[in-house]
DNA sequence: ATGCATCGCGCG
DNA sequence: AAAGCGCGCGATGCAT
């Protein structure tokens, strides 16, 4: 197979530029131009090519055989999108330096083919200002235009440098999940239902402007919080506050779940009533704009769907391109909205799997809580025996109010979740339990999942072990290998959870540790360190899924438990057992570890 | 005008 | 001793 490194320089403006639009956008575009591209095959010579569209493409198609070849880019959502969208071209494989700089650093460089190359000594990214901007192909003179050929070729070598640098380790696994993933957006198969979208938008934007005209207020009074509070006060209402999730600072509570905020709406003065379900009603926009860059993908084109690779401090995906395809509304009032706009095309049908309890059964398995898994093999409710537990009563007597507190048990508590935070969960369900009482059922947790409280133990000796770079072992053996110098966590899958930095304070309360993220510093201790790798290990799982259902299905959306994937209609319920048989599967490193999974089929995502 | 921090909210 | 966690995007408010 060969290897193709290529790097495309493109026209673009002030506004017309990926800082201001949509990868997608930018390259669907009208003013969409190839300067030029740089391209190395195997150990070839780097060679820069510019003209025409037409010349470019007739050069490509004929010099190259693509579909032997594996196209290595540095940001290969956008290079890949204008081979694939703009020049018809394919190639056997895709990789990419920056999806695998996120893999294997983490934070501890950037992501930039500068910062990498720099990292790994490969040379300097070419620092000459070119001044491309607002400047089209035929603007350009010859000495500029090989100038920035210049340039571009120098980007391509440092990219074909890092790629051969940082390939040979890296986890073959992965790489084809690279692949899989950026296919997701360069080859899209998902449309948009137009009608149904505008539809939405239309009916969203009615609601809130009925909502906005009976309260009487103006809408910026409504969005700013200062001036809803002296809204408030003016109907003698002092607006309730809270300390700042983040900083600590007292900030206005006028979120949705916030009690304090919630009991307003049943304030005695009907105008106070009214003032809260208009701001309720009307200050998240976030459907409207969703909605609304939905029609304008419509408009252009099948759905790219933009997956980021290793977003996640634990490998997990993230969303991407400004639009997050991971938290489409699936309940409340705008639940599977946009999800039923999402279509398979013609013949075809969206299957929809997602695996069950994934993150508590890995969690069981990992500390070894035997009696968890194994209900879990057998398909037991769980969260039936825990409330049976809690209640001294038997399975069968448990109520609907008692089984959902086990759930949230197992579900919350599994991370060393304190009673008061516990009693706040529940609250936000609207679930009333008395603080005494929550710590009761926090201690009964403990005290029957003692596996899952030592692994919290065991974690909590790694975080002072790797800050200290010493030796510490954690969870079942050969599962994950703590990586005492670097230090981290690796996974099955060969990468690793980061903790840079890592390092001890002595507070008030005791010794803190906390690591290097993206922004400032974050505290670890032991439960987070079992909620990060359990999370990590389902990706894992998932990832290691995803690419055996891919040998057979094109692969179209993951949300961290869930794979969805477009089949021909005729093939449906034979595909849908294949899924389901692949989300039943483990790896040989995850035997005895007891997966299951739903699933669903229909014509749209929403559907299934 | 633009960038950044913060908050809120959607998903898992 | 105790501590649920992981994202991305949009709007606002403030600093540059």
Known sequence: MDLIVLDFETYYSK?????????????????????????????????WLSGTHQQLKEYLHAEYDWQNAMVVCHNTMFDGAILGWRFGINPRAWADTLCMGRALHGIEVGGSLKAMAERYNLGVKGTEVLNALGKRRKDFNDVELSRYGDYCINDVELTHGLFHTIAKDFPK???????????????????????????HLYVTKQIKEDLLTSSGVEKGDLMSNPKFAALLRGFGVEPPMKPS???????????????????LADYPDSRVQALVSARLGTKSTMEETRTQRFIDIAKRGKLPVPIRYCAAHTTRFGGDDKINLQNLPSRGANGGKLKKAIVAPAGHIVIDADSAQIEARVLAWLAGQDDLTEAFRKGEDVYKKMAAT???????????????????????????????????????????????????????????????????????NA?????????????????????????????????????????????????????????????????????????????????????????????????????????????????QLYVEECMRWVPDWALGLPVNCESGMGKSYGDC
């Open 245 to 263: 999730p983040t900083t600590g600072n007292p900030t206005y509570a006028f979120a949705k779940n916030d009690e304090e905020f919630k009991e």
């Open 463 to 575: 975080v002072a072990c790797m800050a200290r770079h010493d030796p510490a072992t954690l969870g079942l053996e050969g599962v994950l290998r703590v990586d005492h110098e670097a230090p981290g966590i690796v996974l099955p899958s060969g990468l690793m959870i980061h903790y840079d930095g890592l390092e001890f304070e002595q507070t008030d309360k005791g010794v803190e540790y906390s690591y290097k993220t993206r922004k400032g510093r974050t505290r670890v201790y032991g439960g987070k360190v079992v909620e990060n790798v359990c999370q990590g290990i389902a990706r894992c799982i998932i990832g290691e899924q995803m690419l055996r259902i891919g040998k057979k299905y094109k692969v179209v959306l993951t949300v961290h438990d869930a794979i969805a994937v477009v089949v021909p209609q005729e093939e449906g319920f034979e595909a």
């Open 390 to 460: 809690i209640y001294g009563k038997k399975e069968d007597d448990v109520t609907k109010d008692e089984r959902f507190v086990g759930k949230t048990t197992i579900l919350g508590a599994g991370y060393g979740m304190g009673a008061a935070k516990f009693q706040a969960q529940l609250k936000t369900f609207g679930y009333t339990m008395d603080l005494e009482e929550a710590r009761r059922v926090i201690a009964i947790y403990r005290q029957t999942n003692d596996r899952i409280n030592f692994l919290w133990r065991e974690a909590q």
């Open 173 to 199: 696994q992965e790489l084809k999940l690279i692949d899989l993933t950026l296919r997701m957006f360069i080859e899209p198969v998902l449309e948009l239902d137009l009608n149904l979208l505008e539809q």
């Open 15 to 47: 506004d017309y530029s990926l800082s201001k639009i949509t990868t997608e956008e930018y390259v669907r575009h009208d003013e969409f131009e190839v300067i030029g591209l740089a391209v190395k095959r195997n150990d070839e010579e780097t060679v």
